[in-house]
C-alpha cells in the first residue's frame, strides 16, 4: 500500500513564501511523475504543477514563475516552493502520483495541506 504525506502547509502574509513537501512511501513502486493540485472553497480542483522523475515540469499559466516544482527521486519526495504568495493562492494543495506498479501506472493522493495568505 502506498501512502503520500503532505506537509508544509499554513497561514503566511501575502507576499510570503512556503514549501510543501510530499513523500511517497511503500513497497515495490517507481515514480512516473508527481504533481500538486489545490482546490479553493467552492471551486474545482486545479492543476498547479507536475513534474516527471526525469525533471521535466509544467506549470498552471497563473503559477509560472512564482511556483518551483521540484523532485527527489532518491527520497520519492516532491516540493513546491511557492514565492510571491496572494491570497487567492489560499486553498487545500493536494499532492498525487503517477507510481509504475507491477506493469501498471496507478495513481495515488494525499489528504491535502491547507494553505492560507493573509492580504
Known sequence: QVQ????GGGLVQAGGSLRL?????????SI??????RQAPGKQREL???????GSTNYADSEKGRFTISIDNAK???????????PEDTAVY???AFL????AVK???GQGTQVTVSS
Open 21 to 29: 513537501s510530499c513523500a511517497a512511501s511503500g513497497r515495490d513502486f
Open 76 to 86: 520519492n519526495t516532491v516540493y513546491l516552493q511557492m514565492n510571491t504568495l496572494k
Open 4 to 7: 503520500l504525506v503532505e506537509s
Open 48 to 54: 498547479v504543477a507536475v513534474i516527471t522523475s526525469g
Open 100 to 103: 509504475a506498479q507491477a506493469m
Open 107 to 109: 495513481s495515488y493522493w
Open 32 to 37: 512516473n511523475r508527481m504533481a500538486w493540485y
Open 94 to 96: 493536494y499532492c498525487t
